[in-house]
C-alpha cells in the first residue's frame, strides 16, 4: 500500500546557549530586517555601542543581543538617523513587536533594555522602559 509520509519541518532555532523563545518563530519573517542594508549612521551608532561595552563587564551574549536588537530598531526606522530617533519611536518599536510580530514579554523587554543603554550611554538622552513590561508588582 501507499504510505504518505508526514513532512516534518523544524523551525531553525538560535545557535549557541540561548534559551528557546516561541517568539522566535514568528520572529523569522521579521529577520529581512537582518539582510537590510544599514546607513552609515547606522553603522557608527552600532560601532560606538560596542565601543562602549569595553568599559562595563556585559557577556557575550548580551553585546550580541543589544546589537542585533538596535540594528532591529534602525532598520525599523530606515529614514531616521539613530541620533534622531526618540524615546516615543523606540516604544513604538517596541508596541509592534508586541502586537504585531506577537513576541515574548521576554524579547520585548530585552530589546527595551537594548534601547536603554544606547539612549543613555551612547546618545546621552533619557530613556525609560515602559512599566507595564515589569508588572504591576515592579517599581522601574
Known sequence: PHHRQ?????PTLPVGNEFYDPSYIAFQNFN???????????????????????????????????????????????DTRPSHLTEKMAVDYLIY?????QCSKV?????SQSFAFFFKHV???EYHSPKVLYGAHCNK
Open 32 to 78: 529581512d530586517y537582518g539582510k537590510k542594508n544599514l546607513t552609515q549612521f547606522a553603522i557608527n551608532a552600532l560601532q560606538r555601542t560596542s565601543d562602549l561595552f569595553a568599559l562595563g563587564e556585559y557577556s557575550e551574549g548580551t553585546k550580541r543581543n543589544y546589537l542585533q536588537e538596535l540594528r532591529y530598531l534602525f532598520t525599523h526606522y530606515p
Open 107 to 111: 524579547k520585548t523587554k530585552m530589546a
Open 97 to 101: 513587536l508586541s502586537k504585531t510580530l
Open 123 to 125: 546618545l546621552k538622552k
Open 6 to 10: 508526514a513532512l516534518l519541518v523544524e
